[in-house]
């Protein structure tokens, strides 16, 4: 079993940042993919960005060139940047790992998630 929790959200103004990061504990294991998704109120949870054990890293469209994901594989942690926050970014964002050879933007590929983190962005 992986433990996963997620830390740094909250309010922000819209134009700031965040960094969001994710804590792995339990039978961790630095080949897991390591996933972010984030559901609006309202909406389906949808994919934002996954990084591999090597680096390899998939974003969604909507949030290439303002999210950088990266991982500590010593600390067994990943983070994700979120820079000129948007209204829309507003959302419970989760963490995830998948068990996996490949970088999955599929929510039925990961195998743990966190409780997730809330991200209000104000306008």
């Known amino acids: 079993q992986v433990h996963l929790v997620e830390y740094g959200g909250g309010l922000v103004q819209a134009g700031g940042s965040l960094r969001l990061s994710c804590s792995a504990s339990?039978?961790?294991?630095?080949?897991?993919?390591m996933g972010w998704f984030r559901q609006a109120p309202g909406k389906g949870r949808e994919f934002a960005a996954a990084i591999s054990s090597g680096g390899s890293i998939n974003y969604a469209d909507s949030v290439k060139g303002r999210f950088t994901m990266s991982r500590d594989n010593a600390k067994n942690t990943v983070n994700l940047q979120i820079n000129s926050l948007e209204p829309e970014d507003t959302a419970v964002y989760y963490c995830?790992?998948?068990?996996?050879?490949?970088?999955?933007?599929?929510?039925?590929?990961?195998?743990?998630w966190g409780q997730g983190t809330q991200v209000t962005v104000s306008s």
């Open positions: 339990g039978r961790t294991n630095n080949k897991y993919v």
């Open positions: 995830a790992a998948a068990n996996t050879n490949v970088v999955p933007i599929t929510e039925a590929a990961y195998d743990y």
